[in-house]
């Protein structure tokens, strides 16, 4: 595996069920991110990670749980969560946070919440 | 604070045709600018990107941007698309007093007809 992927793509799930997304990158990169991307509308930066700290959290409710065990994965708990959290969810990576470097991104997980 | 408007959000263009995809941004300390490209189904993938120096970015697929910094845009133009060149693309502004911290247009949808 190359670069930045992100399991599983697609997820469907009833408004109490648990789940999780797990993004791996393979970049040897310091920083790690987590998006939301809603239909017609830009894409919401939800968590940053550096070297495993959580440097960012940008007002995301708490059904949403993030997790970075070490530099290379990043996970995202769900639970209880409601119709328009429904979206593509993207996970970055980059060289190191607070620089000008390239963010690479995963393909996505799509998510539905019935 | 920074914010980053694409101003159309969908372009129909034919084959071979010349196009431009325009972005403003706002910002009041120096900023350094992206453009992502996102295919159906994919993550984003970076286009090019301006940090400093010549005005004029180079980057795949025969793209190409010019840093305005008096107008404050940075539009993205290709002088003859292709079909395959049909795709999301998403314009991002990031500034190193604000860390790495990307933030994006809405999007414009660049659609090919033959």
């Known amino acids: 595996e190359t670069g930045v992927t992100q399991t599983p793509r697609h997820l469907v799930m009833g408004m109490t069920n648990k789940k999780s997304l797990k993004c791996e990158q393979h970049?040897?990169?310091?920083?790690m991110y987590w998006y939301k991307q809603s239909a017609k509308k830009p894409l919401e930066l939800m968590f940053v990670?550096?070297?495993?700290?959580?440097?960012e959290n940008n007002s995301v409710p708490s059904r949403f749980s993030p997790e970075c065990p070490n530099s290379s994965h990043l996970f995202l708990h769900l639970h209880t969560l409601q119709p328009e959290d429904s979206a593509l969810y993207l996970c970055a990576s980059s060289q190191e946070y607070g620089g000008a470097g390239e963010q690479f991104f995963g393909p996505g997980t799509r998510l539905t919440v019935l | 604070a920074q914010s980053v408007t694409q101003l159309d959000s969908q372009v129909p263009v034919f084959e071979e045709a010349p196009v431009e995809l325009r972005c403003n941004y706002s910002?009041?300390?120096?900023?350094?600018l992206f453009w992502y490209v996102q295919y159906p189904n994919q993550g984003l993938q970076l286009l090019l990107k301006y940090l400093s120096g010549s005005t004029l970015v180079k980057g795949i697929n025969g793209f190409e941007a010019e840093f305005n910094k008096s107008q404050t845009s940075f539009h993205l133009r290709k002088p003859s698309v292709h079909i395959s060149d049909t795709a999301e693309y998403f314009c991002a502004v990031g500034a190193l007093e604000y860390g790495n911290k990307l933030v994006f247009g809405a999007g414009t949808i660049l659609r090919v007809k033959s």
């Open positions: 970049l040897g990169h310091n920083a």
């Open positions: 910002s009041s300390v120096s900023v350094y």
């Open positions: 990670y550096s070297l495993e700290e959580r440097v």
